[in-house]
């Protein structure tokens, strides 16, 4: 059974609603989104799945290798395509700005606003789940009342025994940028390192998982942001 939690804010301290959990039959890998073209999926897509299957056979199973900075950017490229795939779940909730889903179809460039962590987690409440927060940010001090789009956005999954986790913006002079803890045992691959990473490192806890996937959530409690609906 895969669990999908979808959390949706539209005031600095309140949620709306009660956070939603769907129960899903089978595992999160066989999960289909309606939102593809069959050229596409049998074509480009087909093929960057096929470069990444054996990257992450090898992190699914925390099997040692060495993680080379060729094999990070496939493994980026593979989660990037997750993720804008993944907005689908609910479109009006997407963020990735249409220009760079474009330009990754086109090129595979990953947008300037991604920023990917992996690590290896064991606990079986990882195994197959898949956590994700969008919402609206703004930095300035007055808010625009047009803009009503996503802009930001979250997303944590697991996968075996890897651990996932994306965080977005468009929004200009944020940054995204985290060191989480313990150090070593989760390792930012984009914006792109290049160093090898031996694999694999130590194991996640599954606390520490979570409290990585409540990032965004923690993130927008600050004063210097401003909520919209």
Not at 37 to 43: D, E, I, P, V
Not at 97 to 122: D, M, Q, V
Request: glycine fraction near 4%; include cysteine.
């Amino acid at each position: 059974m895969n669990r999908e939690v979808i959390t949706k804010f539209a005031e600095k301290d309140k949620i709306v609603g009660i956070p939603s959990e769907k129960l899903r039959q089978g595992s999160m890998t066989t999960k289909t989104i309606k939102a593809v073209c069959k050229t596409c999926n049998s074509g480009w897509m087909s093929m960057l799945e096929t470069a990444a299957k054996p990257i992450l056979m090898k992190l699914l199973a925390a099997q040692p290798f060495v993680l080379t900075p060729e094999s990070q950017k496939i493994l980026c490229q593979w989660i990037t395509l997750k993720v804008i795939v993944g907005e689908n779940t609910d479109a009006h909730d997407a963020a990735v700005l249409p220009p760079e889903r474009k330009e990754f179809y086109e090129s595979r460039k990953i947008p300037e606003g991604f920023h990917i962590w992996i690590a290896n987690c064991t606990a079986m409440e990882w195994q197959t789940r898949y956590y994700r927060n969008a919402v609206t940010l703004s930095n300035a001090p007055i808010y625009i009342k047009n803009a009503l789009a996503k802009n930001t956005q979250s997303t944590t999954f697991g996968f075996g025994n890897l651990f996932v986790h994306v965080m977005y913006t468009n929004v200009e002079g944020v940054r995204l940028r985290y060191q989480f803890l313990p150090a070593g045992v989760v390792h930012r691959i984009w914006p792109k390192i290049d160093e090898d990473i031996n694999w694999p490192p130590p194991a996640l806890p599954s606390l520490a998982a979570w409290d990585i996937s409540q990032t965004l959530n923690k993130m927008i409690m600050h004063p210097r942001f401003i909520y919209v609906p």
